[in-house]
C-alpha cells in the first residue's frame, strides 16, 4: 500500500502562483513515472503533468510554459509549480503514482 499526501492548495488571484506537494509514503525511484491530475466540477479528471523516474516530463497544452513539474528523490515529494494562474484552473489537484491516487487538493483561482 501506498499513501500519496498532497498539500498546497488554496485561494489565488488571477495571474498568481501556488506550489502544490504530493508526498509518498515509499521512494519514488520504485515508481516508473509520477503525475499531477485534475477534476473541475462537472468534468473527467485530466492529465496535468507528468514526470518519470528519469526525470522527463511532459505536459498537458492548457499548462505548457506556466506549470512546472519537478521531484525531489531525498525527500519522496514531487511538485507542481504553478504560475499564471487561471480561473479556469480551478479544480482539485491529484497526485498518482502507479495505480495509487492522493485524496486531492483544492485550488481556486479567482478573477
Known amino acids: 500500500q501506498v499513501q500519496l499526501v498532497e498539500s498546497g492548495g488554496g485561494l489565488v488571484q488571477a495571474g498568481g502562483s501556488l506550489r502544490l506537494s504530493c508526498a509518498a509514503s515509499?521512494?519514488?525511484?520504485?515508481?516508473?513515472?509520477m503525475g499531477w491530475y485534475r477534476q473541475a466540477p462537472g468534468k473527467q479528471r485530466e492529465l496535468v503533468a507528468v514526470?518519470?523516474?528519469?526525470?522527463?516530463?511532459n505536459y498537458a497544452d492548457f499548462v505548457k510554459g506556466r506549470f512546472t513539474i519537478s521531484k525531489d528523490n531525498a525527500k519522496n515529494t514531487v511538485y507542481l509549480q504553478m504560475n499564471s494562474l487561471k480561473p479556469e484552473d480551478t479544480a482539485v489537484y491529484y497526485c498518482?503514482?502507479?495505480?495509487?491516487w492522493g485524496q486531492g487538493t483544492q485550488v481556486t483561482v479567482s478573477s
Open positions: 498518482k503514482a502507479d495505480r495509487y
Open positions: 515509499r521512494s519514488l525511484l520504485s515508481f516508473p513515472n
Open positions: 514526470i518519470t523516474s528519469g526525470t522527463v516530463t
